[in-house]
């Protein structure tokens, strides 16, 4: 194994929220919008996507794979022509994945007013140039708020282990009336 593959000891250090939150701004181009002049919600989802990658980037200083969007709420619309202004933070690390939030505003040109207009939840694992998943720094929540967003992610989390594991056991629960069926000659 090469030594400059294995994430290096003071990568784990423990990191305040602040050392990696992330700002990213864009304009709403035309092909940005659908016929209505909106911005499309794919396209937000992209900008999100992206700030988010950004903060688990700076976060674990490694490679970074979306693995969720758990959550996702569409506010209100972006407009052509409109600023989005993206900021997203680390609101915790497991052993190798961390939850980041996001959060837009649009800043309206004319006045510089803003306007929360998105929010989301996204998951990301660190890996490895061969893909192999590696440990992430833990992190420092300081205010009252990060602790908040600390303590929810948790909870997240939870529910998102608790949903996939009813997933599963409903698709085994079903596996052997799909395989019956599968086997059954075709009606003539």
Do not use: C
Not at 125 to 133: C, N, P, Y
Not at 136 to 141: A, C, K, L, N, S
């Amino acid at each position: 194994m090469n030594p400059s593959d294995v994430t290096p000891a003071s990568s784990l250090i423990p990191r305040t929220v602040a050392s990696s939150q992330s700002e990213m701004t864009e304009i709403v181009l035309p092909n940005d919008t659908n016929v209505l002049g909106n911005l499309l919600g794919g396209r937000l989802m992209h900008f999100i996507d992206m700030t988010g990658a950004m903060a688990a980037y700076r976060h674990a200083r490694t490679y970074m794979v979306t693995a969720s969007m758990d959550h996702i709420d569409f506010i209100r619309p972006v407009h052509l022509g409109d600023l989005v202004i993206l900021r997203s933070s680390v609101n915790r690390a497991f052993t190798t994945s961390m939850e980041v939030g996001v959060k837009a505003w649009t800043e309206a040109p004319q006045t510089g007013e803003l306007l929360h207009v998105a929010s989301a939840f996204l998951v990301f694992v660190a890996i490895d140039k061969e893909g192999r998943r590696v440990r992430v720094p833990e992190v420092i929540p300081e205010t009252a708020e990060e602790q908040r967003h600390y303590a929810d992610a948790l909870l997240r989390r939870e529910h998102r282990e608790a949903e996939h594991a009813r997933r599963k056991q409903e698709k085994l629960a079903h596996a052997p009336l799909e395989d019956a069926a599968a086997a059954e000659p075709p009606a003539q």
